[in-house]
């Protein structure tokens, strides 16, 4: 039984101009090559149609499954899903210990008919690579409950079942319960999880969505006015998540791995949100928004006007660049960073892991900082970026807010030469597309000011 999520009616107004704003929202962050991929899902399914079936079909024996299947998908996405269902007569050729040969033959089933694209088979898929997108294609047999035996060909190797009917299903039953609200909530989430670096699988996003929903009535009838509310409550709710290791995936059950804690960065999310629905209306709420899901959210109508008054200056205020504008994002790592800090004559510092302790605040002026990864849990080989961006007055001053993207090595050493804030962004990239990023605040003091380091 649900219940009615009274949390926010203290906040929450259907407000025309807010409706308005997370339209454009949604608008910006629609998919923008639905066509290529089309194109592309079409050239696998017919490869394996005539390696398997002598047809040249392209839309039959098929499945597109993951967050494009459940239309949850968000721009810039790069990690695709596709069942392949072979044909029954094939399954004495490779039911006996056959997993790795069946991942092969769809492999080079696949690359005889586009020799120039990379593909090449995994533990559980075949992995065929374009340019800014991938799709994993698990050849699978029908079994006798409508649903799908896979091939896992690590070890000994063995049949798995996939379900992907059951959370197709319930992600387009519980939509149109909630009035096209879980779709919505699931892309806020994504465009929330790329804004701030948070490694989260696309099942477990909408799986979670699909179980806030389920606690409130509160988003059944409501639709683009509510839309800050609903995330609001969302990343409330997986703040106060318990720290667990997998969940049931909504509709099949299935096991649903998490791979990354993320309450705490939901928690930062909740507050955001807050602070932009008690803003109400233009450009401090806007900007909050924009702060919690990234650019694609509208400007108010007086940012909007500070904006092109920018964009007409000459000076400091031009050398911003953002990743999204050279990249699509689509966040499937986590990354770390930290900062040594020296100085001749003084003994280093590790400046996040000083901070956890309570010992740094400030970072005064005259040290050199050499910010690296720490840790990542990133897949295959990646070329890293480095943006480095100089706020407040004394900046502008020197006519240094930089703020370049520039690609680099896995460290990247620089100088704390005057008081402000300064942050510190490093992207990962693979296949042309943001996989990872983390960001580290440097507010840097004058001597004079008592700074800490």
């Known amino acids: ?91 004495d050729d490779y039911k006996d210990g056959g997993q790795a040969k069946l991942l092969r033959h769809a492999a080079n089933a696949i690359k005889s008919r586009y020799p120039r694209t990379e593909v090449y088979p995994d533990t559980l ?71 701030h670096g948070v490694q989260m699988g696309g099942l477990l996003i909408d799986t979670l969505a699909h179980n806030y929903l389920r606690t409130t009535d509160q988003f059944d009838k409501t639709s683009f006015g509510a839309c800050g509310n609903m995330i609001a409550g969302f990343l409330e709710f997986l703040a106060d998540q318990p720290d667990q290791d997998r969940y049931a995936a909504l509709g099949s059950g299935q096991h649903v791995k998490v791979k ?102 400030y970072i005064k002026r005259e040290k050199m900082l050499r910010f690296y990864i720490e840790s990542h849990t990133i897949k295959r080989d990646f070329d890293v970026y480095w943006k480095v961006l100089n706020r407040g007055p004394e900046a502008f001053r020197r006519d240094m807010v930089r703020g370049q993207i520039e690609r680099g090595d896995p460290s990247k050493i620089e100088h704390s030469s005057f008081r402000g804030e300064h942050v510190v962004d490093c992207f990962a990239v693979q296949n042309g597309v943001v996989v990872a990023k983390d960001r580290i605040h440097v507010p840097i003091t004058d001597e004079s000011e008592g700074g800490y380091g």
Request: proline residues 3%; positive net charge; aromatic residues 12%.
């Open 1 to 91: 039984m649900r219940k009615s999520n009274l949390y926010f009616n203290r906040i929450g107004r259907d407000q025309i101009s807010i409706a308005a704003d997370f339209k454009t929202f949604f608008d910006n962050i629609a998919i923008d090559n639905a066509d290529t991929i089309s194109m592309r899902y079409g050239e696998v399914t017919r490869a394996l149609n005539m390696a398997f079936r002598n047809t040249d079909a392209r839309n039959s024996n098929n499945l597109q499954v993951g967050s494009y299947g459940r239309w949850t998908a968000i721009k810039g996405i790069s990690d695709l899903d596709m069942l392949y269902i072979m044909p029954e007569w094939t399954w």
């Open 125 to 195: 898929v075949v992995v065929v690579e374009y340019a800014n997108f991938k799709i994993e294609v698990q050849p699978v047999f029908n079994d006798s409950h409508g649903h799908y035996l896979y091939p896992y060909a690590r070890g000994v190797g063995g049949w798995r079942t996939t379900k992907p009917r059951p959370e197709l299903d319930a992600t387009a039953s519980l939509n149109r319960d909630t009035n096209g609200n879980l779709r919505r909530l699931a892309k806020m989430a994504r465009a929330w999880k790329n804004k």
């Open 260 to 361: 990354k804690k993320f309450q705490k960065k939901a928690r930062k999310g909740a507050d955001i949100a807050l602070r932009a629905l008690e803003a109400g209306e233009g450009a401090a709420a806007n900007n909050l928004w924009r702060a919690l899901l990234g650019r694609a959210f509208p400007y108010g109508a007086r940012s909007i006007l500070l904006e092109k008054s920018y964009t007409a200056a000459s000076g400091p205020m031009r050398t911003e660049e953002f990743i999204e504008d050279m990249f699509p994002v689509d966040i499937r790592y986590s990354l770390r960073l930290e900062c040594e800090v020296t100085q001749d004559g003084f003994r280093a510092f590790l400046m996040r892991a000083a901070r956890r302790l309570g010992g740094v605040k």
